[in-house]
């Protein structure tokens, strides 16, 4: 579907837990589009009347009509209850869900098929932003903690995946007799290492072990090149991890749905 520049339009990353949405002004011809609003709200529980709101308040009132959109998905029943609800709400909506194919975006695995689509829109997104012949290291922290490797010349080569944060609180939680659902929170200022209560020992051993988990994986991709790569970090709790990962990484917080622009205009 070649893409419309006269309307605003919506890029939607439906996660596991979040979806996220986007509201860009036509075709964007910025290196990295900004989505001029967002939403985000609970994958599994969220509210049509605050979707619908959004859309009334922060997206007509630009005075353009909302036509177009582009949805990115790894949550099969969240995108079902999203697509049932345009379709009763928005009937006349162009609705397009995006596939492995639809992408600028070599994507040098097994089974690219098998691959998340929020993982290739981050790379499609890095290749944005990194130097001509530098290779890039996305890192997503969402329900998962994804770190992916992307080549010099773009292609995106795979990574690893993680228990998000709070999944392992959930795993602590679920799997003992005693221990309680802690989940650190990703405003506050990281806990000390040493928790002087059960409490605080969760949270020290969730935040600090995924802090320990990502600057592995990073250490491990980059001794793999022949420079140093960029690294690109996005997700809920990433503000305060992206600085202990590298002194060198740069927090982006729309990078999946920027990269649902960039693939968006690629197909004009």
């Known amino acids: 579907m070649a893409a419309d520049g006269s309307h605003d339009w919506i890029a939607a990353d439906v996660g596991n837990s979040r979806i996220k949405l986007g509201c860009f002004a036509g075709v964007p011809d910025a290196p990295l589009p900004e989505p001029a609003s967002t939403l985000e709200v609970d994958a599994g ?3 049509p009347a605050r979707l619908a709101q959004w859309l009334c308040r922060d997206v007509a009132c630009s005075g353009r009509t909302v036509e177009h959109w582009q949805i990115a998905s790894v949550n099969s029943s969240a995108v079902d209850r999203l697509l049932a609800w345009l379709r009763r709400q928005h009937p006349a909506a162009r609705i397009h869900l995006l ?5 600028p975006l070599d994507i040098d695995v097994a089974h690219p098929q098998q691959v998340g689509m929020d993982r290739l829109l981050a790379a499609v997104a890095a290749n944005r932003l990194r130097q001509p012949s530098q290779p890039a290291i996305t890192v ?3 329900t998962a903690v994804t770190v992916d490797s992307i080549s010099s010349d773009g292609r995106f080569l795979g990574g690893a995946i993680a228990p998000g944060i709070a999944m392992g609180a959930q795993a602590l939680h679920d799997k003992t007799d005693r221990l309680p659902y802690v989940v650190p929170d990703p405003h506050a200022e990281p806990p000390p290492p040493v928790g002087r209560n059960t409490v605080a020992a969760i949270q020290s051993g969730l935040f600090w072990g995924t802090v320990g988990t ?7 991709q980059t001794r793999q090149e022949a420079c140093a790569p ?3 970090v996005t997700g809920g709790a990433s503000p305060r991890i992206t600085e202990l990962v590298d002194p060198s990484a740069r ?8 990269g649902i622009a960039v693939a968006r205009a690629s197909r004009r």
Do not use: S
């Open 140 to 142: 997503d922290l969402g």
């Open 99 to 103: 596939q492995p194919d639809d992408l």
């Open 230 to 232: 960029a690294i690109f």
């Open 214 to 220: 990502i600057r592995e994986l990073v250490g491990r």
């Open 45 to 47: 529980l969220w509210d």
């Open 251 to 258: 927090y982006v917080p729309h990078l999946v749905l920027a």
